[in-house]
């Protein structure tokens, strides 16, 4: 079953409890997909992203950002990060979606329980074990290749930034070796797309530090 990049993202970060950061790194990872699908195209992190294909997805979490970018003014990579940070009910509608079409995908099972029988608190079980055989690929994908796929260097890097790494990488060797791939690549910069996610997830940080969220996002 392939799975998108946000759809990866997620579902590895499925029951962290810091969770703002989780959800915009999850729309940071909307718009990496759709610069890997060619729906946008971004040049520079200091120049506006340009809509090349406005065509649904027929993915929702996909279709709500590129709604957005066709009826609002254009804008940089960040300064879309912080249109969608500073609007928390879009945020939680994108993360959402991207569950729910987990669930239709049958990765994720929904369970609801009843919390003394006044509400009931959803929880989403990996009954198949797909976080492992995502983190089994990526492994495969980083330690095989001299020039790893970009999809999979998008999600080593959210993984960091969230300090997820230590959860999927089970042994120090593994997780040494990682941390040793990441600065590789930042060494490296040869890849101008690469320069521009490290960026772009730098700037997540200064957004979260420029407009700070009191209310918790799902």
Known sequence: MILTLPEQFKLLSLNKKENKHISISAV????????????IELTSIKENIILKNSAPTH???????????????????????????????????????????????QVLTKKENNIFFLF?????????????????????DLFS????????????LLLEKNNLLN???????????????????????????LELCKNSIFEVDNIKASYPISKNIK
Not at 62 to 67: G, H, K, Q, T
Not at 145 to 156: A, C, D, G, V, Y
């Open 120 to 140: 009931k608190k959803k929880k989403y079980i990996d009954y198949l074990d797909t976080q492992n055989i995502i983190i089994k690929n990526l492994k495969e």
């Open 28 to 39: 940071s990872a909307c718009l990496f997909q759709l610069i890997l699908s060619h729906k």
């Open 59 to 105: 993915k929702d979490y996909l279709d709500i950002i590129l709604n957005h970018m066709i009826h609002e003014s254009p804008r940089k990579f960040n300064e879309w990060v912080q249109y969608f940070y500073i609007n928390p009910y879009i945020t939680t509608k994108i993360n959402l979606s991207i569950v729910d079409n987990l669930v239709n995908k």
């Open 145 to 156: 290749k001299e020039q790893p796929h970009e999809n999979s260097i998008f999600l080593l």
């Open 167 to 193: 959860k999927f990488m089970l042994y120090n060797n593994d997780l040494n070796e990682i941390k040793s791939k990441i600065s590789s690549f930042e060494e490296r910069n040869e890849n101008q797309l």
